[in-house]
């Protein structure tokens, strides 16, 4: 078939309606391409925001943790008698209820005053220091290894053991002193803690 001049009029419509499908089909792949980045941008927002949620309820998680050991161990520390204010009538009945389970000849002890260990790592608690000197009429070593543990099991307190001194004794004492073959000489440090707003 061969085409003239007097076809072209005819072929118009038939090429504007081509090159109208054309530019329709342009928009709608350029219209897809637009949707499908909004959906990918929507997708990863959402994917940023879940990672973001799930971050935070592993922090909630981890500082729940937290705050239950801190609870625990604050809860360990009143038990104990070590949180609080020193119970320095405490010690001494147990010093003396240490003697007599003991069977001990001799027992003297002296508490210095009371100072602040605070270190300033953690403002909500300071620890609170109270020095001892501790001594003692033995009848054996393994005597001052018994007092010493049971002070420290017993004590409403964290009782440090700084230093202590075993010599020979005298024949000096008299009455169940003189029992005593052994003299012990021990510097401590008892400790306890108290919130910051417990601090006198």
């Known amino acids: 078939m061969k085409l003239t001049r ?8 038939p090429l504007f309606a081509a090159i109208a499908m054309c530019v329709v089909a342009g928009l709608l792949v ?3 391409q637009l949707d499908a980045g909004k959906a990918e941008r929507e997708r990863n927002a959402a994917t940023a925001a879940k990672n973001q949620i799930e971050q935070r309820f592993l922090q909630v998680r981890t500082e729940e943790q937290e705050i239950r050991d801190r609870t625990l161990r604050l809860k360990q520390l009143q038990d104990s008698g070590i949180f609080g204010d020193e119970k320095r009538l405490d010690w001494m009945e147990m010093l003396r209820d240490t003697q007599r389970e003991l069977r001990l000849p001799g027992m003297n002890y002296e508490f210095g005053a009371q100072t602040s260990l605070d270190s300033g790592n953690d403002p909500s608690h300071t620890w609170f220091s109270s020095p001892m000197r ?3 009429r ?3 070593e393994e005597d001052l290894l018994n007092v010493l543990a049971r002070i420290q099991k017993n ?5 440090i053991v700084r230093s202590c001194k075993l010599a020979p004794l005298s024949r000096q004492a008299d009455g169940r002193e003189a029992m005593a073959q052994l003299g012990a000489e021990c510097e401590m440090q008892w400790l ?6 417990d601090r006198k």
């Open 6 to 13: 007097s076809d072209l009029p005819k072929l118009g419509l």
């Open 30 to 32: 350029w219209g897809s």
């Open 134 to 136: 501790l001594q003692l």
């Open 138 to 140: 033995l009848l054996h």
């Open 155 to 159: 004590a409403k307190a964290l009782v």
């Open 192 to 197: 306890t803690v108290r919130q910051a707003n």
